[in-house]
């Protein structure tokens, strides 16, 4: 094993030192009155298991340039346009720094331009992990033989993804402007079936930091709903109560971060327009017990330190106890309303309550508990409604117990809705919510119970 | 060119590497490849030949029963505009390697940009050492189809127009020019784009084969957005019924951009004022730039057998057409008129190649007979699992070449070929699909979509709806969206246009995979009518 072992060797990606010596020089190619260089560097592993054994894998190394460069002055107005190469030698970086200023000559003055910051100061990222970077081939076949073994011992058919990211990101300027960061990301879910087919169940998890992942733990939590979402009945569409564990609350809330955008609402066309082009901001739009921020240092929901541009962020709340408190203002529209630009860094994390999920279902007559939902598109952005469907272990519950599993449904509903009919949350917990199982966007949500959610049909699906 | 060309960049690229600390020592083999806009790297050419052979032998070396690797460099331009204004110019280029090795039956994969002997060697072992590695919690060991070896294959689409040859300032002129006449016809908001790439691959493979390909896909597309005057309502109009192609700049000339978009935009505007849709079962008459993409999700997806087998349980899902014992030559899918097509040489279509990303060559493959599930998608790992089926059917135990990759970093796995609804005997079209309906919705356009883990339940919308009454269009519908169970809603069928009325949809961003890949599929279709359909209405108070 230790050939194998030998593999595992630090994960590659380019030093602070490495980004400065390429952007000091692609900008030293720059010919035209100014440019930006981003360098994004990194090392990507994964493994992939179905059918209790693995099928898949890959590692793989890449590193980016992308060379924008702005042509023209105040007084006649500034063109831009971007070259990408992975190249990092110096023809590929004379190459794309030639692009992109060719194409930025061809390019019309841009009514929208703005300049380039200056230099600034950045906060430390709070989303690097030693585990991380250093999990290898072996280490991640090990995680996955912790659940395709009970998996195969119990009869049952596990599937899963384990994908972890190590890697920097840079963005330097010509007008001195340098921010670099390291950041890691893990993700691990597992699909685990019933040997017959009828009884599905789900578990993941996703953090920075590896060791916070629990594997066996997560394993055990899918196939347990896998056995006990077997063999579900119908049941009529319509509303329901619904207990929504906190991947499935994960998956619908980031539709709100996504509806954020300040110049849509502005512009009339977003949910959080008003007629006479004004927007929600102080506005209620949700339960009181709302608060949506982005904290891009809070070391469970890390994000970025700075934008694409070399914009420090920082945290912004979104909404405040049900009330918007702002939108998103990229750095153009933000000057044009006399604002300042949003720097959020990504993440999303909304507050929670006092209830435990034993509580919610407890005091629930008769409802449904959703474990998580999927194949999530929106429908009419005037309400940010979304269609999707219930996934691998969708309960009734009745007088206050879980009673049995129901086929899945698919609802037309919004979370605008959903948390407008609250009835109770319990604690935040870091979810995997993206679709496709890959780190995706930090969440952290709480469980929550909701009144009158909306399904309108019933799928055979397991 | 080369010579010259391969000394500069070699001398330089070292140069480079010694002043940024990096490891690349290039070989002539990445300089090669690296000829900016040179011609695509040759079969002929020995030093990619070198580097492949090399990449092979170290694998085998390290262990592997089966190894290949591939080469690529993909090139893409997207041009994104709104209103007045160029939101993003961007050429991209990326160059790299990925080497797939088969040990002990398990599959490793490992990629680098880093096209250099040592590096290739390197990544070669670290592919080998993977595959040993997950080994370890090998079942049933892969076994590969028989491929016949191609020594020297070329392939390259066939188009008019080299995208990447055509000035900058024509496209962005033509974007402006195409917003200015949106903006006239009464859109708030127009948005367009075009988006150009260009795929070389070189595959090589321990079997034996050898192929370099260029692959060429162009999208152009826009937006309008139409806003009502008291401020309370937005309707969108996205002229999504010009499809992405495997095509040329040609592409975009023939989509007439300039001379449709007051269409799309009066058709955004009329959307204000049409009436929400009453809830109920109607016939809907669907035209193929919206029945693509129900083809896609519905028939073409839950026919990966990569799906009926559980490889994807975890996150696309499986299939309900399964398991393939029972069902392959038996499900009755849907009516008799109901023929499927998978194929990868349709002209203009997205998938369209010469020879898959494990080298082999597609044929075309019957999936659905007159409503009889036939056949699934398969690669090389794949098709043994049905030889019995095959044996019995007479058929040979074969790929139908389904593999693709989307960059050199990610590995190549099935991913679905074009598939597509065959057209009728009967020479009829829209129109008369449209006379023959007493009370229906037709749809035009893909909207919304959703659809299950295993493919019954299905929701979808769509860009323009009309109410059918008496076989004529009476008005314009909104908020429509149609609810369906996969077997029934294809049991609906009952009347579907002739070879006239074929044309190719296609989907360029479809997901599958994990980590996620995308894949570009054309699907052609013929507008097709479906009886007593669920439609609901969508339209919501905020």
């Given at each position: 094993?230790?050939?194998?072992?030998?593999?595992?060797?630090?994960?590659?990606?380019?030093?602070?030192?490495?980004?400065e010596?390429?952007a000091k020089?692609?900008l030293?190619?720059?010919?035209?009155?100014g440019a930006r260089v981003n360098?994004?560097?990194?090392?990507?592993?994964?493994?992939?298991?179905?059918?209790?054994?693995?099928?898949?894998?890959?590692?793989?190394?890449?590193?980016?340039?992308?060379?924008t460069?702005?042509?023209?002055?105040?007084?006649?107005?500034?063109?831009?346009?971007?070259?990408?190469?992975?190249?990092?030698?110096?023809?590929?970086?004379?190459?794309?720094?030639?692009?992109?200023?060719?194409?930025?000559?061809?390019?019309?003055?841009?009514?929208?331009?703005?300049p380039e910051l200056e230099p600034q100061q950045y906060?430390?990222?709070?989303?690097?992990?030693?585990?991380?970077?250093?999990?290898?081939?072996?280490?991640?076949?090990?995680?996955?033989?912790?659940?395709?073994?009970?998996?195969?011992?119990?009869?049952?058919?596990?599937?899963?993804?384990?994908?972890?990211?190590?890697?920097?990101?840079a963005v330097a300027n010509s007008r001195g402007l340098f921010a670099y960061?390291?950041?890691?990301?893990?993700?691990?879910?597992?699909?685990?079936?019933?040997?017959?087919?009828?009884?599905?169940?789900?578990?993941?998890?996703?953090?920075?930091?590896?060791?916070?992942?629990?594997?066996?733990?997560?394993?055990?939590?899918?196939?347990?709903?896998?056995?006990?979402?077997?063999?579900?009945?119908?049941?009529?569409?319509?509303?329901?109560?619904?207990?929504?564990?906190?991947?499935?609350?994960?998956?619908?809330?980031?539709?709100?971060?996504?509806?954020?955008?300040?110049?849509?609402?502005?512009?009339?066309?977003?949910?959080?327009?008003?007629?006479?082009?004004?927007?929600?901001?102080?506005?209620?739009?949700?339960?009181?017990?709302?608060?949506?921020?982005?904290?891009?240092?809070?070391?469970?929901?890390?994000?970025?330190?700075f934008t694409g541009e070399g914009l420090p962020?920082?945290?912004?709340?979104?909404?405040?106890?049900?009330?918007?408190?702002?939108?998103?203002?990229?750095?153009?529209?933000?000057?044009?309303?006399?604002?300042?630009?949003?720097?959020?860094?990504?993440?999303?994390?909304?507050?929670?309550?006092?209830?435990?999920?034993?509580?919610?279902?407890?005091?629930?007559?008769?409802?449904?508990?959703?474990?998580?939902?999927?194949?999530?598109?929106?429908?009419?952005?005037?309400?940010?409604?979304?269609?999707?469907?219930?996934?691998?272990?969708?309960?009734?519950?009745?007088?206050?117990?879980?009673?049995?599993?129901?086929?899945?449904?698919?609802?037309?509903?919004?979370?605008?809705?959903?948390?407008?009919?609250?009835?109770?949350?319990?604690?935040?917990?870091?979810?995997?919510?993206?679709?496709?199982?890959?780190?995706?966007?930090?969440?952290?949500?709480?469980?929550?119970?909701?009144?009158?959610?909306?399904?309108?049909?019933?799928?055979?699906?397991? | 060119?080369?010579?010259?060309?391969?000394?500069?960049?070699?001398?330089?690229?070292?140069?480079?590497?010694?002043?940024?600390?990096?490891?690349?020592?290039?070989?002539?083999?990445?300089?090669?490849?690296?000829?900016?806009?040179?011609?695509?790297?040759?079969?002929?050419?020995?030093?990619?030949?070198?580097?492949?052979?090399?990449?092979?032998?170290?694998?085998?070396?390290?262990?592997?029963?089966?190894?290949?690797?591939?080469?690529?460099?993909?090139?893409?331009?997207?041009?994104?505009?709104?209103?007045?204004?160029?939101?993003?110019?961007?050429?991209?280029?990326?160059?790299?390697?990925?080497?797939?090795?088969?040990?002990?039956?398990?599959?490793?994969?490992?990629?680098?940009?880093?096209?250099?002997?040592?590096?290739?060697?390197?990544?070669?072992?670290?592919?080998?050492?993977?595959?040993?590695?997950?080994?370890?919690?090998?079942?049933?060991?892969?076994?590969?189809?028989?491929?016949?070896?191609?020594?020297?294959?070329?392939?390259?689409?066939?188009?008019?127009?080299?995208?990447?040859?055509?000035?900058?300032?024509?496209?962005?002129?033509?974007?402006?020019?195409?917003?200015?006449?949106?903006?006239?016809?009464?859109?708030?908001?127009?948005?367009?784009?075009?988006?150009?790439?260009?795929?070389?691959?070189?595959?090589?493979?321990?079997?034996?084969?050898?192929?370099?390909?260029?692959?060429?896909?162009?999208?152009?597309?826009?937006?309008?957005?139409?806003?009502?005057?008291?401020?309370?309502?937005?309707?969108?109009?996205?002229?999504?019924?010009?499809?992405?192609?495997?095509?040329?700049?040609?592409?975009?000339?023939?989509?007439?951009?300039?001379?449709?978009?007051?269409?799309?935009?009066?058709?955004?505007?009329?959307?204000?004022?049409?009436?929400?849709?009453?809830?109920?079962?109607?016939?809907?008459?669907?035209?193929?730039?919206?029945?693509?993409?129900?083809?896609?999700?519905?028939?073409?997806?839950?026919?990966?057998?990569?799906?009926?087998?559980?490889?994807?349980?975890?996150?696309?899902?499986?299939?309900?057409?399964?398991?393939?014992?029972?069902?392959?030559?038996?499900?009755?899918?849907?009516?008799?008129?109901?023929?499927?097509?998978?194929?990868?040489?349709?002209?203009?279509?997205?998938?369209?190649?010469?020879?898959?990303?494990?080298?082999?060559?597609?044929?075309?493959?019957?999936?659905?007979?007159?409503?009889?599930?036939?056949?699934?998608?398969?690669?090389?790992?794949?098709?043994?699992?049905?030889?019995?089926?095959?044996?019995?059917?007479?058929?040979?135990?074969?790929?139908?070449?389904?593999?693709?990759?989307?960059?050199?970093?990610?590995?190549?796995?099935?991913?679905?070929?074009?598939?597509?609804?065959?057209?009728?005997?009967?020479?009829?079209?829209?129109?008369?699909?449209?006379?023959?309906?007493?009370?229906?919705?037709?749809?035009?356009?893909?909207?919304?979509?959703?659809?299950?883990?295993?493919?019954?339940?299905?929701?979808?919308?769509?860009?323009?709806?009309?109410?059918?009454?008496?076989?004529?269009?009476?008005?314009?519908?909104?908020?429509?969206?149609?609810?369906?169970?996969?077997?029934?809603?294809?049991?609906?069928?009952?009347?579907?246009?002739?070879?006239?009325?074929?044309?190719?949809?296609?989907?360029?961003?479809?997901?599958?995979?994990?980590?996620?890949?995308?894949?570009?599929?054309?699907?052609?279709?013929?507008?097709?009518?479906?009886?007593?359909?669920?439609?609901?209405?969508?339209?919501?108070?905020?």
């Amino acid at each position: 094993m230790s050939e194998l072992r030998s593999l595992g060797a630090a994960a590659r990606y380019l030093s602070r030192e490495e980004c400065e010596a390429i952007a000091k020089q692609a900008l030293g190619y720059v010919t035209v009155p100014g440019a930006r260089v981003n360098i994004g560097s990194g090392s990507r592993g994964n493994t992939r298991f179905a059918v209790n054994q693995v099928s898949t894998g890959g590692d793989s190394f890449d590193t980016t340039v992308t060379v924008t460069a702005f042509v023209g002055s105040d007084a006649d107005g500034w063109r831009s346009a971007s070259s990408t190469t992975n190249q990092v030698d110096e023809a590929g970086l004379r190459q794309a720094v030639e692009t992109a200023e060719r194409l930025a000559k061809l390019a019309p003055v841009d009514p929208e331009f703005m300049p380039e910051l200056e230099p600034q100061q950045y906060q430390p990222a709070q989303n690097w992990s030693e585990a991380t970077a250093a999990l290898d081939p072996m280490g991640r076949a090990e995680a996955v033989r912790a659940i395709t073994a009970p998996a195969t011992q119990g009869g049952l058919v596990s599937t899963g993804y384990l994908d972890t990211r190590a890697g920097a990101n840079a963005v330097a300027n010509s007008r001195g402007l340098f921010a670099y960061a390291r950041s890691t990301a893990a993700v691990l879910t597992t699909t685990v079936r019933t040997a017959d087919g009828t009884g599905s169940g789900w578990a993941g998890a996703s953090h920075h930091d590896w060791n916070r992942i629990d594997a066996p733990a997560l394993g055990a939590r899918a196939a347990e709903k896998a056995r006990a979402s077997r063999n579900p009945v119908a049941i009529e569409p319509g509303r329901y109560t619904v207990v929504f564990e906190p991947t499935a609350v994960g998956n619908l809330v980031q539709f709100i971060g996504n509806a954020l955008n300040a110049r849509a609402a502005d512009e009339g066309r977003s949910f959080f327009s008003k007629p006479g082009g004004k927007n929600k901001i102080g506005d209620k739009v949700v339960d009181e017990r709302v608060t949506i921020v982005s904290d891009p240092f809070d070391p469970e929901v890390a994000g970025s330190p700075f934008t694409g541009e070399g914009l420090p962020t920082r945290r912004t709340t979104w909404i405040e106890n049900g009330v918007v408190k702002t939108l998103n203002y990229d750095r153009y529209w933000a000057r044009k309303q006399g604002v300042s630009p949003t720097a959020s860094g990504g993440s999303l994390r909304m507050s929670g309550g006092s209830s435990s999920m034993e509580e919610m279902i407890a005091g629930t007559q008769r409802g449904l508990l959703v474990t998580r939902f999927w194949y999530l598109r929106p429908v009419d952005q005037r309400t940010i409604l979304y269609t999707g469907l219930t996934r691998d272990g969708t309960f009734l519950i009745e007088n206050g117990k879980i009673t049995r599993a129901v086929k899945n449904l698919r609802f037309n509903d919004s979370p605008v809705f959903m948390l407008n009919n609250l009835e109770a949350l319990g604690t935040p917990v870091r979810v995997s919510a993206s679709e496709d199982g890959g780190p995706g966007q930090a969440v952290m949500v709480p469980p929550i119970k909701v009144r009158d959610f909306n399904f309108t049909s019933l799928s055979d699906a397991v | 060119m080369g010579t010259t060309r391969r000394e500069f960049v070699r001398t330089t690229s070292a140069a480079a590497a010694a002043l940024t600390g990096l490891a690349a020592v290039p070989s002539t083999a990445r300089a090669a490849l690296a000829a900016a806009d040179g011609p695509a790297p040759s079969p002929a050419d020995p030093d990619i030949r070198a580097l492949a052979h090399l990449a092979l032998d170290a694998a085998r070396t390290a262990g592997a029963s089966y190894a290949d690797i591939r080469i690529n460099r993909n090139r893409t331009q997207s041009l994104f505009t709104r209103e007045r204004r160029v939101q993003g110019l961007v050429d991209n280029e990326t160059m790299g390697f990925g080497i797939r090795a088969l040990v002990n039956g398990a599959w490793g994969f490992a990629a680098s940009r880093e096209i250099t002997r040592d590096e290739v060697a390197r990544v070669a072992r670290q592919a080998a050492l993977q595959a040993k590695a997950n080994s370890l919690t090998i079942v049933r060991p892969v076994v590969l189809a028989p491929v016949t070896p191609t020594p020297d294959g070329t392939w390259r689409t066939p188009i008019e127009i080299d995208p990447f040859t055509v000035a900058v300032e024509g496209k962005v002129a033509l974007l402006l020019d195409a917003n200015a006449a949106a903006l006239k016809a009464g859109a708030r908001f127009v948005n367009s784009s075009m988006f150009f790439l260009r795929e070389e691959k070189t595959f090589a493979s321990t079997d034996g084969s050898f192929i370099v390909q260029t692959i060429y896909r162009t999208q152009p597309s826009m937006t309008m957005t139409a806003v009502s005057k008291d401020g309370t309502d937005f309707q969108t109009r996205q002229a999504n019924d010009i499809a992405p192609m495997g095509k040329g700049f040609e592409h975009v000339r023939d989509a007439h951009l300039v001379e449709n978009a007051p269409r799309w935009a009066d058709e955004a505007v009329q959307k204000l004022s049409a009436r929400p849709v009453d809830v109920g079962r109607y016939d809907l008459v669907l035209h193929p730039s919206h029945l693509w993409l129900t083809v896609h999700e519905s028939v073409a997806h839950p026919t990966e057998l990569d799906r009926a087998l559980g490889y994807e349980a975890n996150y696309a899902g499986t299939s309900f057409v399964a398991p393939p014992a029972a069902v392959l030559g038996k499900l009755q899918f849907g009516s008799k008129l109901m023929n499927i097509r998978g194929d990868r040489s349709q002209p203009g279509s997205l998938s369209a190649v010469g020879w898959d990303d494990e080298g082999v060559k597609p044929e075309s493959f019957d999936i659905i007979r007159n409503g009889l599930f036939v056949d699934y998608q398969t690669t090389r790992e794949q098709a043994p699992y049905l030889a019995d089926y095959y044996k019995r059917a007479g058929k040979p135990v074969r790929s139908h070449g389904c593999s693709y990759a989307q960059t050199w970093a990610d590995v190549q796995f099935q991913r679905m070929p074009n598939v597509s609804l065959l057209p009728g005997t009967k020479e009829q079209g829209w129109d008369d699909l449209i006379a023959a309906t007493d009370r229906g919705i037709a749809i035009i356009g893909d909207g919304s979509f959703s659809i299950d883990q295993q493919r019954y339940n299905a929701q979808f919308g769509g860009q323009l709806f009309y109410e059918i009454k008496g076989g004529r269009i009476v008005g314009m519908l909104k908020d429509v969206a149609y609810q369906m169970r996969t077997p029934e809603f294809w049991g609906s069928l009952d009347m579907i246009g002739g070879p006239k009325s074929y044309q190719l949809g296609g989907a360029f961003n479809d997901g599958k995979g994990q980590p996620s890949q995308v894949n570009a599929v054309s699907h052609g279709c013929v507008p097709s009518r479906f009886r007593n359909v669920n439609v609901i209405n969508t339209g919501r108070k905020a």
